[in-house]
């Protein structure tokens, strides 16, 4: 198996990459990979993913973070990757649904990225925006709602954000969105099918952000701006044992129980 590392760019992981420079050089400048890696916490997994989400490649991760969900707890890392590059180690592959973000300005479309996370709309917990929400199933027809901002969440990202934002996790292999408002002068709370969603910016207090899996995309989200949110492919994450990602999945659903 050929392996791409994603190099993590923070000093805290610079003794990782420096063990990836030194021990298998090779992975900083393999050119045909059969799966990339990241190393560090679940940041630096959507990092990765945002930097070479395009490709349908799997994307593997060595836990170094503090949560890990989407990390690997992988101990003796010289011979796991003397293993994994020969396919001496079976891997766990998982598909999530991941979400097209578009900016649409006068019908001019550009594409701001792909969430496997979530998108969310906003920017200082004081600022006040108005936005307008449409569906093709007309659950929302120009359904106005006015606050922080909103948060859309992929299936994946239901126990992330949204769950600490009060919105429901979602079944892995079910096609919904979880959409939440973020301090807002109306209860948004909904469970909406995969579709269109487009999102129109009306009265701002400040100019609103739209990050994509925590990322800043556009610090230009202008008054009569769309945000166009579509169903896009999938992204593939690799585990050690997907036993152990449920397993945590469960662990972050029942936390607030006693």
């Not at 030194?22 to 799966?35: R, S």
């Not at 969900?69 to 992988?74: A, D, V």
């Not at 230009?220 to 999945?249: C, Q």
Request: charged residues 25%.
């Amino acid at each position: 198996m050929k392996i791409k590392a994603i190099i993590n760019p923070e000093a805290r992981y610079s003794a990782y990459t420096k063990f990836i420079e030194t021990e298998f050089p090779e992975f900083l400048i393999e050119e045909n990979p059969d799966i990339y890696l990241a190393y560090g916490g679940d940041g630096a997994m959507l990092r990765a993913i945002q930097l070479e989400g395009v490709s349908k490649l799997p994307f593997l991760g060595k836990a170094l973070g503090t949560l890990n969900f989407l990390m690997n707890e992988i101990t003796e890392d010289r011979e796991f990757f003397i293993k994994l590059k020969s396919s001496g180690i079976k891997l766990d592959y998982i598909e999530f649904k991941t979400i097209s973000v578009s900016r649409e300005i006068e019908e001019k479309s550009e594409l701001l990225g792909v969430a496997i996370n979530d998108v969310v709309i906003g920017n200082n917990l004081n600022d006040y925006h108005e936005f307008f929400l449409n569906t093709l199933d007309n659950t929302f027809s120009d359904f106005p709602i006015s606050g922080t901002g909103i948060c859309i969440s992929t299936t994946l990202g239901s126990t992330a954000y949204n769950f600490n934002n009060g919105g429901m996790i979602l079944p892995l292999d079910s096609k919904l969105w979880s959409v939440t408002g973020i301090v807002c002068n109306r209860h948004l709370n909904d469970i909406l099918p995969e579709q269109k969603l487009t999102i129109r910016l009306g009265k701002i207090k400040n100019m609103a952000t739209v990050y994509v899996d925590g990322i800043e995309k556009n610090i230009n989200f202008i008054v009569g701006t769309k945000l166009v949110l579509k169903p896009a492919g999938t992204i593939t994450i690799a585990f050690v044992s997907s036993d152990k990602f449920i397993a945590k999945r469960l662990e972050i659903a029942h936390r607030f129980r006693k």
